[in-house]
């Protein structure tokens, strides 16, 4: 059973406490809403301060990377230049999934340590790297999959890309344009399995 993120105002009165509530994570497969579980202390926690950091804008653009993942590393460049493009507009968050991961060089403030698979959860995250864009307003997920079609399979990485997917999408959210890039399967190495939460 994974125990995620709530809205809220949905939780019917749950309060915090200091008390954390030992926490499963299973594979990454919930929805990117505010339901992906049921709500448990810890992962309560992880949450608000995931909010915190990186729902304050509009837009928020999750990728999970790790440099332990050649096909992740092989996409610093290209994450580099969508912040550098898109990061006054979207909020961009790198979300480690639980793997200690090093921030990219000058996106430091970017990192989040997932180490409990909670956001990777709640966005529906199985591989790294994958990209999430998601409207913090309506809590509606916009687009979840490859960040371009570089990554054909494990071990093969195509030097040029021909369909920017995650540049379409955000391009798309600055013009006020409405998304037609489709979701897609991302090709990474698969996150997990996670520390649980005592």
């Given at each position: 059973m994974f125990f995620g993120c709530f809205d809220k105002g949905k939780l019917g009165g749950t309060t915090q406490n200091n008390s954390l509530t030992k926490v499963q994570s299973a594979q990454a497969n919930a929805h990117a809403s505010n339901e992906c579980g049921r709500p448990r202390?810890?992962?309560?926690?992880?949450?608000?301060?995931?909010?915190?950091?990186?729902?304050?804008?509009?837009?928020?653009?999750?990728i999970s990377y790790s440099n332990e993942c050649p096909i992740a590393k092989s996409y610093i460049k290209t994450i580099q230049n969508l912040v550098k493009r898109f990061g006054v507009t979207v909020q961009f968050c790198l979300l480690d999934p639980g793997v200690g991961s090093r921030p990219i060089n000058g996106l430091d403030d970017l990192i989040f340590h997932d180490n409990y698979g909670v956001i990777c959860g709640?966005?529906?995250?199985?591989?790294?790297?994958?990209?999430?864009?998601?409207?913090?307003?309506?809590?509606?997920?916009?687009?979840?999959?490859?960040?371009?079609?570089?990554?054909?399979?494990?071990?093969?990485?195509?030097?040029?890309?021909?369909?920017?997917?995650?540049?379409?999408?955000?391009?798309?959210?600055?013009?006020?344009k409405p998304n037609?890039?489709?979701?897609?399967?991302?090709?990474?190495?698969?996150?997990?399995?996670?520390?649980?939460i005592k």
């Amino acid at each position: 059973m994974f125990f995620g993120c709530f809205d809220k105002g949905k939780l019917g009165g749950t309060t915090q406490n200091n008390s954390l509530t030992k926490v499963q994570s299973a594979q990454a497969n919930a929805h990117a809403s505010n339901e992906c579980g049921r709500p448990r202390e810890g992962s309560l926690l992880i949450c608000d301060e995931f909010r915190s950091r990186f729902e304050s804008n509009k837009y928020l653009c999750v990728i999970s990377y790790s440099n332990e993942c050649p096909i992740a590393k092989s996409y610093i460049k290209t994450i580099q230049n969508l912040v550098k493009r898109f990061g006054v507009t979207v909020q961009f968050c790198l979300l480690d999934p639980g793997v200690g991961s090093r921030p990219i060089n000058g996106l430091d403030d970017l990192i989040f340590h997932d180490n409990y698979g909670v956001i990777c959860g709640r966005f529906g995250m199985k591989v790294y790297p994958q990209a999430v864009v998601y409207n913090c307003l309506t809590r509606s997920k916009i687009y979840s999959g490859k960040i371009d079609d570089r990554a054909v399979s494990l071990g093969v990485v195509s030097r040029v890309a021909t369909k920017n997917y995650l540049f379409d999408v955000l391009t798309n959210l600055i013009l006020e344009k409405p998304n037609t890039v489709a979701s897609n399967e991302a090709v990474g190495c698969f996150v997990g399995p996670f520390d649980s939460i005592k």
